[in-house]
T-cell receptor
């Protein structure tokens, strides 16, 4: 199993550009999450999904969109990138009914200039 | 949103000593708590969890204590090793069970 895979690992965007961070998992996770982590800070929940076709906002959803067309994939879309979106983004998965053992990807470091 | 915070941002301990990392939470509806370890350049990894109907849970070299009266939990690491150097996060989940909120983190440095 590859686990939770995020691409790209690094990306530099110009202000106003758009991009999609990809996240795919092969662990049969029902739930999937997107977090952002600013330097020296904790993780903030952006969006989450409890199953295919179902998504919901977290703490900091503004400027982002997600979709969950399949159980395996949970892409995060940034529209009109802003410097405030410079961060490390983590995707995570969780099996429903299990503990809170979120399985995280390696992260995607995004810089908006 | 949730408010999960840590008392100290950094902690240095001597190798072999015990470490105690503290965390405060504010949401009375939180009924499930988790500790994660994040090594440099990696995603967080699950360490141990505890439900609100417990006040103590032990794992391998780690113990989590929960004090619901003062909304406080702690992670104790016994015989701290250099490999324990990392940032430690507490996270909580309200009774909806689907969302997990993380604190700021404590950076633990183990001195050889």
């Amino acid at each position: 199993n590859a686990g939770v895979t995020q691409t790209p690992k690094f990306r530099i965007l110009k202000i106003g550009q758009s991009m999609t961070l990809q996240c795919t998992q092969d662990m049969n996770h029902n739930y999937m999450y997107w977090y952002r982590q600013d330097p020296g800070m904790g993780l903030k929940l952006i969006y989450y999904s409890v199953g295919a076709g179902i998504t919901d906002k977290g703490e900091v959803p503004n400027g982002y969109n997600v979709s969950r067309s399949t159980t395996e994939d949970f892409p995060l879309r940034l529209e009109l990138a802003a410097p405030s979106q410079t961060s490390v983004y983590f995707c995570a998965g969780l099996k429903a009914g299990y503990t809170g053992e979120l399985f995280f990807g390696e992260g995607s470091r995004l810089t908006v200039l | 949103g949730e408010s999960v915070g840590l008392h100290l941002p950094t902690l240095s301990v001597q190798e072999g000593d015990n470490s105690i990392i503290n965390c405060a939470y504010s949401n009375s509806a939180s009924d499930y708590f988790i500790w994660y370890k994040q090594e440099s350049g990696k995603g967080p990894q699950f360490i141990i969890d505890i439900r609100s109907n417990m006040d103590k849970r032990q794992g391998q070299r780690v113990t989590v204590l929960l004090n619901k009266t003062v909304k406080h939990l702690s992670l104790q690491i016994a015989a701290t090793q250099p490999g324990d150097s990392a940032v430690y996060f507490c996270a909580d989940s309200p009774n909806t069970g689907n969302q997990f909120y993380f604190g700021t983190g404590t950076s633990l440095t183990v001195i050889p």
